[in-house]
């Protein structure tokens, strides 16, 4: 998304653009929840990767730790073993994810950028589980269209979270309904766009949430017409719409 934003001449996100990292309607309660569930169990090595990410121009972007312990959890209760990220940036949610998988799951993680993936590397060298990242720089999709390529991909994956360029999530998929498992899931981040889904069409927006809304809008409509998958919205973070692949 970082790439593509600069590349449409969008400017960083900012907390005035986007409010507080939650869409809870009060920021005391999102901070009494980061302060008595969050915090107190987040890792250290994820607190240090956050506080590194909280410098870095585009920081907001990050998945937020409420978000992050939400995946840790979710990927235990499916006992998720091989999985995928497309949308690394500096490693939250990948970070929180290895951390949750057991030491023989794996996740293949792709992104545009290697720059930002480096800058918490070595805090994810820290944590002792890049053993089971496998970092690929590039677009993902043609990394997917190659795994699809061979057979042997199809139906593998147990969860995959999708966080990278919103306006390609349905290609995204329409492909991993094919590489993902019947019973596994698909996260899909920031479906609500701060808010904006639900905004009148000519409401102002700053230029980074007009310019992907109609694109989320338009997954978010897709998603609930979908018979391969059952689906729920949670508002966490952004808001992550995780479909489970029925047939
Ligand atoms: N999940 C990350 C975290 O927890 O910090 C945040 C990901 S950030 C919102 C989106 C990322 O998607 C950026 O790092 C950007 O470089 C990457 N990206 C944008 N377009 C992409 C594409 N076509 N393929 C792979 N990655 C892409
Ligand atoms: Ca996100």
Not at 6 to 34: F, H, M, R, V
Not at 36 to 54: A, N, Q
Not at 100 to 122: F, M, S, T
Not at 161 to 167: N, Q, S
């Amino acid at each position: 998304m970082e790439a593509k934003i600069k590349a449409e001449g969008l400017d960083p996100p900012t907390d005035k653009d986007n409010g507080p990292k939650s869409l809870l309607q009060s920021e005391a309660l999102y901070q009494y929840i980061l302060e008595t569930s969050v915090y107190p169990r987040e890792h250290e090595c994820l607190k240090e990767l956050r506080e590194i990410t909280s410098k870095h121009l585009w920081g907001l972007i990050a998945v937020s730790p409420d978000e992050g312990q939400f995946l840790s959890l979710l990927l235990k209760m499916i006992g998720a073993k091989k999985t995928m990220e497309i949308g690394v940036f500096t490693g939250y949610s990948l970070l929180a994810t290895a951390l949750a998988l057991p030491d023989d799951g794996n996740i293949l993680a792709l992104d545009i950028d290697r720059q930002n993936y480096e800058l918490g590397l070595p805090v994810i060298e820290k944590a002792g589980i890049s053993h089971k990242i496998d970092f690929r720089e590039g677009p993902a999709l043609p990394v997917l269209d190659k795994l699809l390529e061979d057979v042997e991909n199809h139906g593998t994956f147990d969860f995959v979270f999708v966080d990278a360029d919103k306006d390609n999530y349905l290609n995204y998929h329409e492909r991993l309904l094919d590489l993902v498992k019947v019973g596994g899931v698909i996260g899909y981040d920031n479906t609500l766009w701060f808010g904006s889904v639900a905004l009148p069409p000519d409401a102002p927006l700053p230029k980074t949430l007009s310019f992907y809304r109609p694109f989320v809008q338009e997954v978010n409509k897709a998603l609930a017409a979908d018979p391969r998958v059952e689906i729920c919205q949670l508002p966490v973070g952004d808001g992550i719409t995780l479909c489970r692949k029925i047939k």
